[in-house]
């Protein structure tokens, strides 16, 4: 299921170019296009999930942090440490109404977020 008017659906039709790094049946991770960090992967569903908070498949939720974690291990990230995050609603400061999983590394992250 896709919604036409969601943008990271429209980046998995291939109506939006995305910089694509890692693809498999449920899920797709491509490059933040404003990146925070020197790795900036967001990963996705392929199908439309609105946000964490609309997740009710365990399975899928598996699969994409399996990709996250992939994902780091490709970059190189993964021995120096890395960050995954999955902003969720206004408070949480979700841009984008798709489920997406950030993967951030490559420099020393700061910690608490704003
Ligand atoms: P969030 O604020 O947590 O919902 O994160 C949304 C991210 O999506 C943000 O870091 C920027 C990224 N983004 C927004 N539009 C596009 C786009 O068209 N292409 C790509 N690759 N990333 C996008």
Avoid at 46 to 54: F, I, N, Q
């Amino acid at each position: 299921m896709s919604n036409a008017q969601c943008l990271f659906c429209r980046i998995v039709a291939g109506e939006i170019p995305a910089t694509k790094v890692a693809e498999n049946a449920d899920c797709l991770a491509f490059r933040d296009i404003g990146p925070q960090a020197p790795t900036h992967v967001l990963v996705i569903p392929k199908r439309h999930v609105g946000s964490l908070d609309a997740l009710s498949d365990g399975a899928l939720g598996a699969a994409l942090l399996a990709m996250a974690r992939d994902v780091a291990r490709a970059e190189g990230i993964a021995a120096d440490g890395y960050r995954v995050v999955t902003n969720t609603g206004a408070n949480g400061g979700q841009s984008v109404a798709h489920l997406h999983f950030h993967v951030l590394g490559g420099r020393k992250l700061t910690w608490p977020p704003g």
